[in-house]
């Protein structure tokens, strides 16, 4: 009997292994529909196009992952909010889509970090935080990189370089921004980032892959992005495992369904 308990046993380890690499990035896909929605303290957040860093009853600081980010705002007492949105696009306005919500901008020397003092009423309130063309379909720059990994002390020079050319709205990227996907790299990626005067949109590779997948999500939030912009639309897919996961690929159809 004990040895039919063991081989039981010993063939449900396979089996759970053996689904596990069937789907190696499913829990990834998984993850991104928890990213954006907090709660703590009476006030309620949810954001789908925004990753939440800090919450608090009076702070919210998230890390844009589009070019526009509307943020859903639900109050159980009125009171002041400071929010920050860090990788937001320069000169970007607030606008209130819903609800009595009186809204500050705060100047900052770094134009990707958006900071506003809100006054929030009780109940649903509705933010868009974009620069004021978002929607005006005409023509755009953008930059494309990827595979920076190893070359991560010296991306300030390729930051520079995008810096000086002109009209470049943001930055896309097919992901390896780190070579072990270590702390220290992570650090030195984000600390980089503030040279970089627009924002910079990426999904992973394989390389964040070496060490824990959260040390990503926790900084950047989904591994998987689709926005719009000036009539133009975006979509970033996690390939890191080396293959698609079946949640990825509906998401994907239906972006280009909407993307006709």
């Not at 910079?200 to 959260?214: K, V």
Request: net charge negative; hydrophobic share 45%.
């Amino acid at each position: 009997m004990s040895m039919m308990k063991l081989g039981t046993g010993v063939a449900l380890v396979l089996l759970v292994h053996g689904s596990a690499c069937l789907r190696p990035a499913q829990e990834r896909a998984l993850s991104d529909l928890e990213v954006g929605i907090g709660a703590v303290d009476g006030l309620a957040v949810a954001t789908p196009s925004a990753h939440i860093r800090a919450l608090s009853g009076s702070r919210l600081d998230l890390w844009a992952n589009h070019p526009v980010v509307e943020i859903e705002l639900t109050a159980a007492t009125a009171g002041p909010l400071r929010l920050s949105l860090d990788n937001c696009m320069p000169e970007a306005q607030a606008a209130v889509l819903a609800g009595a919500v009186s809204v500050t901008d705060v100047p900052m020397e770094q134009p990707t970090r958006c900071v506003f003092d809100i006054d929030l009423p009780l109940g649903e309130s509705v933010i868009r935080i974009a620069p004021d063309d978002f929607d005006l379909a005409s023509r755009f720059r953008f930059a494309v990189m990827g595979d920076i990994q190893t070359g991560l002390g010296e991306v300030g020079d390729v930051f520079e370089a995008i810096a000086a050319h002109p009209g470049v709205r943001f930055v896309v990227s097919t992901g390896d921004l780190v070579e072990d996907a270590r702390v220290d790299e992570y650090e030195r990626l984000t600390e980089s980032f503030s040279s970089l005067p627009v924002p910079y949109y990426s999904t992973i590779g394989n390389h964040e892959l070496r060490a824990d997948p959260d040390r990503w999500s926790e900084r950047f939030g989904r591994f998987n992005i689709h926005f719009e912009f000036k009539d133009v639309s975006f979509s970033f897919v996690d390939s890191g495992s080396a293959s698609l996961d079946p949640v990825v690929y509906d998401w994907l159809d239906g972006w280009l369904d909407e993307a006709d």
